[in-house]
T-cell receptor
Framework: GENVEQHPSTLSVQEGDSAVIKCTYSDSASNYFPWYKQELGKGPQLIIDIRSNVGEKKDQRIAVTLNKTAKHFSLHITETQPEDSAVYFCAASIDQKVTFGTGTKLQVIP | DTGVSQDPRHKITKRGQNVTFRCDPISEHNRLYWYRQTLGQGPEFLTYFQNEAQLEKSRLLSDRFSAERPKGSFSTLEIQRTEQGDSAMYLC?????????????FGPGTRLTVT
């Protein structure tokens, strides 16, 4: 089955700096890559996604890139704010069966 | 659109008891998913429904687990003879299978503690 690895497991940045989270996946059949933000005591919230026929997607301060050849995808958050502090999960999906990474705890220091 | 809701939000039970959780998906969504999340890990897929049909079950879903979606709307997840290893957050998500849509939207989860 699909295996998703995510790095780093924790990340601290100063407010205003950028944050980058990287993931790799194993199954070349995966065709959809969502990113979720999870705050304490809440369910995961979809923040951005990308499909396998697209290399990059941007939504305001958040961007995601996908390298299908290398099976890598990354999340970039620019101009970080304290409210960006949360756990972020990458995921890879085949036919709507979603496999999640182990999460990155992002702390934005004011 | 009120989002995905789950009930209860917290459940504490003694080992050996049965528990049942409910999920109400976003109203027009025809797919519903159950996931389990343990501390420090990402959600793990358990099962999913398209309308009332259960289309896939993970090997994580032992015989003590059963899920239903009788009318293609809300769903229930029952765990029989609970064990301490069942302690986790149980998450429900829903999506609309139409026009290549892939997005899954999660509820707040039910946190189960088995003592």
């Amino acid at each position: 089955g699909e295996n998703v690895e995510q790095h780093p497991s924790t990340l601290s940045v100063q407010e205003g700096d950028s944050a980058v989270i990287k993931c790799t996946y194993s199954d070349s059949a995966s065709n959809y890559f969502p990113w979720y933000k999870q705050e304490l005591g809440k369910g995961p919230q979809l923040i951005i996604d990308i499909r396998s026929n697209v290399g990059e997607k941007k939504d305001q301060r958040i961007a995601v890139t996908l390298n299908k050849t290398a099976k890598h995808f990354s999340l970039h958050i620019t101009e970080t704010q304290p409210e960006d502090s949360a756990v972020y999960f990458c995921a890879a999906s085949i036919d709507q069966k979603v496999t999640f990474g182990t999460g990155t705890k992002l702390q934005v220091i004011p | 659109d009120t989002g995905v809701s789950q009930d209860p939000r917290h459940k504490i039970t003694k080992r050996g008891q049965n528990v049942t959780f409910r999920c109400d998906p976003i109203s027009e969504h025809n797919r519903l998913y159950w996931y389990r999340q343990t501390l420090g890990q990402g959600p793990e897929f358990l099962t999913y429904f398209q309308n009332e049909a259960q289309l896939e079950k993970s090997r994580l879903l032992s015989d003590r687990f059963s899920a239903e979606r009788p009318k293609g709307s809300f769903s229930t997840l029952e765990i029989q003879r609970t064990e301490q290893g069942d302690s986790a957050m149980y998450l429900c998500a829903s999506s609309l299978r139409a026009g290549g849509s892939y997005e899954q939207y999660f509820g707040p989860g039910t946190r189960l503690t088995v003592t």
